[in-house]
Nanobody, 124 residues
Framework: QVQLAESGGGLVQAGGSLRASCAAP????MGWFCQASGKEREFVAA????????YYANSVKGRFTISRDNAKNTVYLQMNSLKPKDTAVYYC?????????????????????WGQGTQVTVSS
């Protein structure tokens, strides 16, 4: 059983920044997803277990950065130039199968474990 714990969400004005963190024991490929109220969960970004590969949704490219510090068992999502449409609960997820291609990390069904989520609210 892999327990994930997100933190770092909050309220920020449009154009501002936040950094979400996910405590993630183990060397797994990790992803971030977001779910706005009344909408389906959407892919945001993913990073390979080594940190050597990353993958982003088109909507966040150039604004968000996923990274990891394996010594601290933590995965980060740096969110810059935030927009009101980024408002959502952000979830991290772990994929324990190392053989998946990085592009497969965009699919929620690829992941085995999920955190409880952290709320990000961007005001206009």
């Amino acid at each position: 059983q892999v327990q994930l714990a997100e933190s770092g969400g909050g309220l920020v004005q449009a154009g501002g920044s936040l950094r979400a963190s996910c405590a993630a024991p183990g060397r797994y490929a990790m992803g971030w997803f977001c779910q706005a109220s009344g909408k389906e969960r959407e892919f945001v970004a993913a990073i390979s277990w080594s940190g050597g590969l990353t993958y982003y949704a088109n909507s966040v490219k150039g604004r968000f950065t996923i990274s990891r510090d394996n010594a601290k068992n933590t995965v980060y999502l740096q969110m810059n130039s935030l927009k009101p449409k980024d408002t959502a609960v952000y979830y991290c997820a772990a994929d324990t199968t190392r053989s998946h291609a990085i592009t497969a990390q965009a699919r929620p069904e690829t992941y085995d474990y999920w955190g409880q989520g952290t709320q990000v609210t961007v005001s206009s």
